[in-house]
């Protein structure tokens, strides 16, 4: 995997929104604290457009938009402004060529996770993590510091308390996934994801529990939790009942789904759409570690 070099003060990075629109008073908030890191910030030209109502600008400037900052050689990293949806719309029409030869990181979660898994199947790291239309809230302070540290290449090891659902075991391997609808929605793309010998991340926010475990099973008969390293489940946030309740909870689906295999299995991890959101290394070679005592992910290297 090809790791992007770690932001420097005086570096400059951008902001682009290829899903859903941002109010533009909340994205000059969120360049002041990127300022106050010592970087400069630069938008994309179209990011506070009117063409769509949904959508931060039509495909075609989103793409430009995009684009223009991958190719740009003085932009260090590519903060993608909020997820929502649209980033798939436009993820086929990217040139990521200039990336390889100069990679810089990428920034976001949610729907960005489509752009994450992109990435990988050019063996380009990035970043899972908050974004810039959260950066103020005061809930996203531990969030926020943490990707601060991780740019600048303090990362820490992230631990959680025992989780009686837990499988207990240690694994070894290249740190992927995101967003549960996101990596369903990747199948049979050219981006689906490798996940043999890989630690998966999961995560969802806003589905019924019987969606949850349609995707769960989608990716089983995809034959993408059979190999795995090891499976760290985030937060799911806001799953609720149908009219018809499902009657088992997102834990209960993932042990259920899994009982065949032996990798180890660490929920609660704070990775998701609520607080903390802590950020992790697409691709990054890493080690889950589930004990009695708890569990700890720790990023090792960039192969």
Known sequence: MIRPP??????????IAPARKLDEEVALKAKSMLESWGL??????HLFTKEHSYLSANDANRKADFQE??????????FCARG???STRILD?????????????????SDITSIHLKLQTLGIESIHGTMPILFTSDEQKMSVAALQALLFGKGEAMEVAHDNFNRIGEGEGNLVGGNLSLLVDSLGTASALDTKNKILVIEDVGEYFYKIDRMLVQLKRADKLAELAGLVVGHFTDITESTLAFGESVKEMVRFHTQEYSYPIAFNFPIGHQQPNLPFIQGALAKLSVTTQGSSLLTLKSE
């Open 69 to 78: 900052m991958i190719e740009d050689e003085n932009v260090h990293a590519i």
């Open 84 to 86: 929502g949806y649209g």
């Open 93 to 109: 029409q990217l040139d990521f060529g200039k990336l390889l030869k100069k990679p810089k990181w990428i920034i976001g979660f």
């Open 6 to 15: 770690y932001l420097t003060k005086g570096n400059t990075v951008a902001i």
């Open 40 to 45: 400069h910030v630069k938008f994309g030209k």
